[in-house]
């Protein structure tokens, strides 16, 4: 009987696993080659090393681990986020530097690996298929060296966050015709932060800058749909589909949404080949750097990881989806009046509708007229018929000049 037992536990393993290779392998999102061991390398940023681990590797070519610096230790005895940066930076630098001396020490041999150290031995391996003797030298810039910390507990709660948006999301994309896999791009982008702002003014979970949002969204004065997973998640599809339409995969139209519809058509231009494997290798334009050539990568690495999140992180706690009725105000509204009506308080209306700047929920400004407003899943009629009582000039607050405009954009 255990045998037996043993041989079905052993065919469900089999079966399991040649149904994630399928998938992996999948013809909208193929797995070149030359991207395995980038794909590899996020599979362990994003599952396997801590928040509190840095990874010093090579950024042209990530199976180039030099070592991993870890102060998981630190952080669980209780020591302060201002404390760890400082003990970090302090590490970083010194290992840094000595790693840079083990390279240059294996330079200097000029090809003899005759009495090397254990240290030396592991770099000297990880160089073991290069056999330029001068393979060594360019490593040794300082910028060849790199670190990445891990993403292990934000990536966890990006996949616990994503299920209250994931099946919306997959519906919108499934209506236009597109994958649905592709809403777990905001996993590489954001980790379904929805608070996400990026230092050049990208915003929400599939972190749309200003220019490009405003092809598929309202942007503008209190609003900001790019703060809205699910608003944004519609200009995504279309965003992405153009892409696709334009360059004619998935790989350079997931590559274009980080670098560029034009950018990666110079790119195919300039290497003579679509095959994303080939532009990433070979094409040098001055703004296709670190993060373009791994975007593709990262994605497959999330997908991957996300698909087999209970084997990374064990059982997560999911929250209810986001569902809501929505109601095309009218005439501006304001927010204090609307959560009356919807009969939650503001807090909750505002969680409802993140694209409306928090400040209008504190009472600063005004929903404005035009705008679909989402309250609780059955509410809709009961909202219009309690704001059918309130008289018009009791509906908004009153709103100092030059101050009406909120939105982060």
Not at 38 to 44: D, L, M, T, Y
Not at 89 to 94: D, G, H, I, S, Y
Request: with cysteine; proline share 5%.
């Amino acid at each position: 009987v255990r045998s037996a037992r043993a041989f079905c536990c052993a065919l469900l393993l089999m079966l399991a696993g040649a149904r994630v290779a399928a998938a992996a392998a999948a013809p909208d999102f193929p797995v070149p080659a030359a991207l395995r061991i980038q794909v590899k390398f996020w599979q362990k940023i994003f599952g396997v090393y801590s928040q509190h681990q840095i990874v010093f590797h090579d950024p042209e070519n990530l199976g180039r681990v030099y070592s991993v610096l870890d102060f998981r230790d630190r952080a669980a005895a209780g020591d302060s986020a201002l404390v760890l940066e400082i003990l970090q930076r302090e590490a970083v630098a010194k290992e840094r530097e000595r790693i840079r001396g083990v390279i240059l020490r294996l330079d200097a041999r000029q090809g003899n690996s005759g009495g090397l150290d254990d240290e030396e031995r592991k770099l000297w391996d990880l160089f073991g298929k290069d056999k330029d003797p001068r393979r060594f030298a360019p490593a040794a810039d300082p910028a060849r060296i790199r670190t990445q910390r891990g993403l292990r507990e934000r990536f966890s709660e990006g996949v616990r966050i994503s299920r209250r948006y994931l099946a919306e999301m997959e519906e919108v994309f499934r209506r236009e015709g597109l994958p649905t896999q592709l809403p777990r791009l905001p996993l590489v982008e954001s980790c379904f932060d929805i608070e996400a702002y990026s230092k050049v003014g990208a915003a929400g979970i599939w972190q749309f800058m200003p220019s490009t949002g405003r092809s598929y969204m309202a942007i503008a004065g209190v609003v900001d749909e790019r703060r809205d997973p699910l608003r944004a998640t519609r200009g995504a599809a279309l965003h992405l589909k153009a892409n696709y339409e334009a360059l004619g995969s998935w790989p350079l139209a997931i590559t274009a949404y980080n670098h560029g519809r034009a950018g990666v058509a110079r790119a195919v231009r300039d290497t003579g080949s679509s095959d994303i494997g080939v532009v990433v290798k070979r094409y040098r334009g001055p703004l296709f750097g670190f993060a373009s050539r791994n975007f593709y990568a990262e994605f497959l690495a999330a997908l991957a990881v996300e698909r087999s999140y209970k084997d990374y992180f064990g059982d997560l706690q999911f929250d209810a989806p986001f569902t809501g009725d929505e109601i095309q105000l009218s005439d501006a509204l304001g927010a204090h009046v609307a959560a009356r009506c919807a009969d939650i308080p503001p807090e909750e209306l505002a969680a409802l509708n993140p694209a409306v700047d928090s400040a209008v929920f504190l009472g600063a400004g005004n929903i404005p007229r035009g705008y679909l407003l989402r309250v609780p899943p059955g509410s809709a009629g009961a909202f219009q018929q309690r704001l059918a009582h309130i008289a018009a000039d009791a509906r908004v607050v009153a709103v100092t000049p030059g101050r009406g405009g909120y939105a982060r954009a």
